[in-house]
Nanobody, 118 residues
Framework: VQLVESGGGLVQPGGSLRLSCAASGFTFRSYDMSWYRQAPGKERELVATITSTGGSTSYTDSVKGRFTISRDNAKNTVTLQMNSLKPEDTAVYSC????????????WGQGTQVTVST
């Protein structure tokens, strides 16, 4: 199983970044996909989730209207489009795959750094 994130970097406040997560080794279309982030000294935070079919999305309040999560089940990818970035968005962003069978199954990527700064 692999989840490989890309697209992080340094951006000025107000700018945009597009994060991608490429999945392999499991049945991607059967898993809900999420982006989490963790800033230094803070707890990991759930940023956005998209259901397995892509029919429903949810966001933490601080990113609503600025971030958009999407997925392509044919390409086994999930993306996070981040607009109007703020310094408080600075964190390591990680991709997560989740499915509940008899027990919950979670897969994680290694993370990609996003820094919003002048």
């Amino acid at each position: 199983v692999q989840l490989v994130e890309s697209g992080g970097g340094l951006v000025q406040p107000g700018g945009s970044l597009r994060l991608s997560c490429a999945a392999s080794g499991f049945t991607f279309r059967s898993y809900d996909m999420s982006w989490y982030r963790q800033a230094p000294g803070k707890e990991r935070e759930l940023v956005a989730t998209i259901t397995s079919t892509g029919g429903s999305t949810s966001y933490t309040d601080s990113v609503k209207g600025r971030f958009t999560i999407s997925r392509d089940n044919a390409k086994n990818t999930v993306t996070l489009q981040m607009n109007s970035l703020k310094p408080e968005d600075t964190a390591v962003y990680s991709c997560n795959a989740y499915r509940k069978l008899l027990v919950p199954i979670n897969y994680w990527g290694q993370g990609t750094q996003v820094t919003v700064s002048t």
